[in-house]
Nanobody
Framework: QVQLVESGGGLVQAGGSLTLSCQAS??????MAWYRQVPGKQREMVAT???????NYAQCAHGRFIISRDSTKNTVSLQMNSLKPEDTAVYYC???????????YGPGTQVTVSS
């Protein structure tokens, strides 16, 4: 059974930092990623990291967020620095399942940045 479970969300003041973690299990994954979504808007990619550890960031994350992964443990993390109120969203861990070419998502974790 494929499962992705996020942790680390919460409330933080603007300018603060937060680290999200995700434990994936039940399959072999290639690219892993973080997405986020606010009510009424489409889910957007925040950062991805390939099997060979090459990161890719959306403009909103450049210079502030760092994605990392431990392939031996099937975990992916997102270190978020200099947080802004507009970073408030539900953050989803995602992983591309190799066996069926599908993206799998976790249930999400809320991040709220107060001004």
């Amino acid at each position: 059974q494929v499962q992705l479970v996020e942790s680390g969300g919460g409330l933080v003041q603007a300018g603060g930092s937060l680290t999200l973690s995700c434990q994936a299990s039940g399959a072999i994954f290639s690219t892993m990623a973080w997405y986020r979504q606010v009510p009424g808007k489409q889910r957007e990619m925040v950062a991805t990291i390939s099997q060979v550890m090459v990161p890719n960031y959306a403009q909103c994350a450049h210079g502030r967020f760092i994605i990392s992964r431990d392939s031996t443990k099937n975990t992916v993390s997102l270190q978020m620095n200099s947080l802004k109120p507009e970073d408030t969203a539900v953050y989803y861990c995602a992983a591309f399942q190799i066996s069926n070419n599908r993206w799998r998502y976790g249930p999400g974790t809320q991040v709220t940045v107060s001004s």
